[in-house]
């Protein structure tokens, strides 16, 4: 196990006994809990909702040929431009991030398509799982970003969500609720602050 | 140093800023209430986030000891600083050690606490701020004086002016989105020149031992991601013991903080990218001493959503830069007088102690108690001012004596009908500046009790 080269092991010895003198009084057990989010209805309209809310944009395809249609239609991968896709059958791709040997070359990547696993209805969120990018900043250099769902992998809340990952195998997973925003400058809200400046989930059945 | 009452004054000059600032914040109040009603349980979502975060504080030493095992067998580094000099030094040492001088970085309160930036600036590197707030701040080389926006206090025509001198946008350019649209093509070259990168940290999970950070303008990402250095840092306090209860954490922080179902991006780290090393630095500073404290320990489970500072009327009304705290508000009130009671003195007492901050928060810190319980360490150890000791002595001795207390009301109601502007607007008593008596009651009610007792019919209560 590699540890602490400056500071070391004494200033970690000496933090960890004296957070061992707290004060914490009352019932310190660790809580049994269940919060369910109820009385959302139809879990796939409700997820459009809510990501609509923030900024994003909701497609209810009725399959996979149907959501590849739907992008064709919009426009939104006409070229020019770098496309990088990891779902081929849906969207097909000119720019292979997978062969890029930095990251910085996804740079001028104008739209992303990726798999998310899990899509909460709460929130308008996606799981995106990005254990197996080559490079998970591709998510955040693209100009705009297509998250593809599966309709039964829409859950209704956060709780339910943690229930279905396991956290064994990934290095690194995303919730992504709508495109990246700022309201810094007098609470005004802008889209498209640092990261991808929309973003599309296509929901598949 | 000026005290919170005199710097406020100074903020409420500018009447036309000051309700803007007030209106400002009050809207994102607004929003958290609307977001807040739709989540059914939310008040037993409150109270479990409050008993997991004393079951984790409770035993903290060994979830940091899971969490850094788990972080380490996943690549990443752990170090521990003491204090906020370790800390910085630290962070120092790592960036020298790969020759990097140039850091992007994205926001993290515990870095304003610790004064890293200007520690790096003055040892030769150049730190880039990458939250757009922040950004704007730095700039105008100022601290941030909201925990969540930090430049709320800036209209965007001074934002505009920034810009215009450090970034060339055109003069007199005020427009949000164009503005936003400058950083981000200024930054967007920083993140892909930057050889180190530094975030905060949201929580810490214990059993799997990754970060988690939730940003809404994806910086943090840019930064975790892109750089073949990541350096985390953290307080002690950020440990979860499971990743079930970021559900609970999450559902609360957006709604809460910005009034968001949830922020745009909520990344879980597991150690580094391929080819990237990844530093978690966990810092103490301070955390351990209040988690000593048998009346003030619950500070440590602040989130540091800024609900507090949104809905506090002081803070709504004089703005983050009259607390001479790095965090202001609430909050920041209760977090002060642990760093330095006798500096801070004037913090506590900025407040109405209206239970507002305690009302929204997330995790149930009963802030506004705190306040109070702050007030009377503060009389305590003898920092209160001469005119306030004077003036509390001799209440507290006209109120023990029950004959001395109805004398003096009667004297009271007497002279204040004679002479009333002079006994509350003079200068000693600046409690009069801003405010004006109710009419008083010609009798007290205790004759008027006793003459309803008499007659059975309720006296009249006015002349």
Redesign the interface.
């Given at each position: 196990?590699?540890?602490?080269?400056?500071?070391?092991q004494t200033?970690?010895q000496?933090?960890?006994?004296?957070?061992?003198?707290?004060?914490?009084?009352?019932?310190?057990?660790?809580?049994a809990?269940s919060?369910?989010?109820?009385?959302q209805g139809d879990l796939r309209q409700a997820f459009k909702g809510?990501l609509e809310?923030?900024g994003g944009e909701c497609w209810l395809a009725g399959d996979r040929a149907g959501a590849r249609e739907m992008l064709a239609a919009s426009g939104l991968m006409s070229p020019p431009g770098q496309f990088c896709s990891y779902v081929e059958d849906i969207a097909p791709g000119n720019f292979d991030a997978e062969a890029a040997a930095d990251?910085?070359e996804c740079?001028d990547v104008r739209v992303a398509v990726l798999k998310g696993e899990i899509g909460?209805a709460?929130?308008?969120?996606v799981w995106v799982d990005a254990t197996r990018l080559?490079?998970?900043?591709l998510?955040?250099?693209a100009e705009s970003l297509v998250l593809v769902v599966d309709g039964n992998a829409i859950v209704p809340?956060?709780?339910s969500?943690?229930?279905r990952?396991d956290?064994g195998p990934?290095?690194?997973?995303?919730?992504?609720?709508?495109?990246?925003?700022?309201?810094?400058?007098?609470?005004?809200l802008?889209i498209?602050?640092?990261?991808?400046r929309s973003l599309v989930v296509i929901v598949i059945g | 140093m000026k005290s919170h009452a005199v710097l406020a004054a100074g903020f409420l000059k500018d009447a036309g800023r000051a309700r803007w600032h007030d209106e400002?914040l009050w809207?994102?109040r607004e929003k958290r209430d609307r977001l807040v009603r739709s989540?059914?349980?939310w008040e037993?979502?409150r109270d479990?986030a409050h008993?997991?975060k004393?079951?984790a504080?409770?035993?903290?030493?060994s979830y940091?000891?899971e969490f850094e095992?788990n972080a380490?067998?996943?690549g990443a580094?752990?170090?521990?600083?003491?204090d906020a000099g370790?800390h910085n030094?630290?962070i120092l040492?790592i960036l020298r050690a790969r020759g990097a001088r140039l850091l992007a970085k994205s926001k993290s309160m515990l870095t304003e606490e610790c004064g890293l930036n200007d520690f790096l600036e003055s040892n030769g590197v150049e730190v880039v701020e990458?939250?757009?707030?922040e950004r704007?701040i730095q700039f105008a080389r100022e601290r941030p004086s909201h925990i969540v926006?930090?430049?709320?206090h800036?209209?965007?025509e001074e934002?505009g002016e920034i810009f215009h001198r450090h970034l060339g946008t055109a003069a007199g350019e005020s427009d949000?989105?164009a503005?936003?649209?400058a950083?981000?093509v200024h930054?967007?070259e920083k993140?892909?020149a930057a050889p180190a990168g530094l975030s905060g940290v949201n929580f810490a999970v214990a059993e799997?031992g990754?970060i988690i950070i939730c940003t809404?303008?994806?910086?943090a990402?840019?930064v975790t991601?892109?750089p073949d250095v990541h350096i985390a840092v953290m307080g002690?306090e950020k440990l979860i013991?499971r990743?079930?209860d970021?559900?609970?954490f999450?559902?609360l922080l957006a709604r809460s903080a910005?009034g968001?179902?949830?922020?745009?991006?909520?990344?879980?780290?597991?150690?580094p990218?391929?080819g990237q090393e990844m530093h978690i630095v966990?810092v103490?500073n301070g955390r351990?001493?209040i988690?000593?404290?048998?009346r003030f320990?619950r500070a440590a489970f602040c989130l540091r959503c800024a609900a507090c500072l949104n809905t506090c009327p002081v803070f709504r009304r004089s703005g983050g830069h009259t607390y001479n705290y790095v965090i202001p508000g609430p909050i920041g009130t209760i977090l002060a007088p642990h760093r330095d009671l006798k500096k801070y003195k004037d913090m506590p007492f900025a407040s109405s102690l209206c239970g507002s901050c305690s009302a929204v928060c997330p995790v149930k810190i009963d802030i506004h108690r705190q306040i109070v319980l702050w007030r009377n360490e503060i009389v305590e150890a003898g920092y209160l001012g001469r005119v306030k000791s004077a003036v509390l002595k001799t209440a507290t001795a006209v109120m023990r004596n029950a004959r001395i207390f109805t004398a003096a009301g009667a004297l009271g109601r007497r002279a204040l009908r004679l002479a009333p502007r002079f006994f509350y607007n003079n200068r000693l008593t600046i409690w009069g500046k801003t405010r004006d008596l109710p009419q008083l009651p010609a009798r007290s009610f205790r004759s008027q009790y006793k003459a309803y007792r008499k007659t059975g019919k309720a006296g009249e209560s006015r002349d």
């Open positions: 196990m590699k540890t602490a080269r400056v500071g070391g200033a970690k000496a933090i960890l006994s004296r957070l061992k003198e707290h004060a914490v009084a009352g019932d310190t057990a660790y809580p809990y919060h369910p989010h109820t009385g809510v809310s923030v990251v910085r740079r909460v709460e929130n308008g969120a080559r490079h998970r900043g998510l955040f250099l809340d956060m709780e969500a943690y229930a990952i956290f990934v290095r690194s997973g995303y919730f992504i609720s709508g495109p990246s925003k700022t309201a810094d400058i007098e609470q005004c802008v498209g602050a640092h990261g991808a | 400002a809207y994102v989540v059914p349980g037993e979502l479990t008993a997991i004393r079951h504080l409770a035993n903290l030493s940091l000891e095992r380490a067998a996943r580094v752990v170090h521990y600083a003491a370790e030094r630290m040492d990458t939250d757009l707030g704007i926006m930090p430049a709320i800036k209209k965007k934002v949000p989105t503005l936003t649209r950083a981000r930054l967007r993140f892909l799997t990754a809404n303008e994806g910086n990402d840019l991601s892109l002690v013991p990743s079930r970021l559900s609970v999450l559902r910005t968001q179902p949830v922020t745009a991006y909520t990344s879980h780290l597991l150690g990218r391929p966990i103490d351990s001493d988690l000593k404290s048998a320990h």
